[in-house]
Every structure is written in structure tokens, then in C-alpha cells.
């Protein structure tokens, strides 16, 4: 079963997230609940995101990251497929 559990404050970032991409990639093909569902499945179940490196990220490597998990993301599990690490995940070093 996916896990939900994110905390205030990344929640708060996350939909900042969003936000961005609301704006920044305006053919992202998803509604923003999508998305935010998404993005949560991703932080929660096995991948944690910087949300704030995200945030600040150029647009080539936004862009990547967010097309990049709605396409490996494995919507029953919550989990990354593929071997796809986003660039921001909270592990990464940058």
C-alpha cells in the first residue's frame, strides 16, 4: 500500500512545486492533484525530494525531474521505476 505520510512543511514546498510547474511547463498533462499525488507517492515511498533544490533548480533540470518521475513513477507502489533517481532527490549530492 503507498504511504502518504509527508510532513507540513514538505507539503508546503511540494505544492510550491506545483506552482512551478503550473507556470514553467505549461503542457505538463496532468491536473495539479495529479501531480501533487505524484510527487507525494514519490517523497514518501522510497525516493525522498529536495523540495527546496527543486525549487531553485534551472529549468532543463526542473523540467527533467518532474516529466521524469510522472513517467517511471509505479502508481500502485509509489515507487521510481527504471533505475530513475531524479536529480533532486533528497540523497543526491549536488
Known amino acids: 500500500m503507498i504511504s502518504w505520510k509527508i510532513t507540513k512543511a514538505d507539503f508546503a514546498l511540494l505544492v510550491k512545486v506545483a506552482e512551478r510547474v503550473e507556470r514553467d511547463i505549461p503542457s505538463y498533462p496532468d491536473k495539479r492533484q495529479a501531480l501533487v499525488m505524484d510527487l507525494n507517492a514519490c517523497h514518501s515511498n522510497g525516493c525522498p525530494l529536495d523540495f527546496t533544490g527543486l525549487l531553485a533548480a534551472d529549468p532543463l533540470d526542473f523540467s527533467h525531474d518532474i516529466l ?25 549530492s549536488r
Open 68 to 92: 521524469e518521475i510522472r513517467h517511471n513513477l509505479n502508481r500502485r507502489t509509489g515507487q521510481l521505476e527504471e533505475f530513475f533517481v531524479p536529480r533532486y532527490a533528497a540523497s543526491v
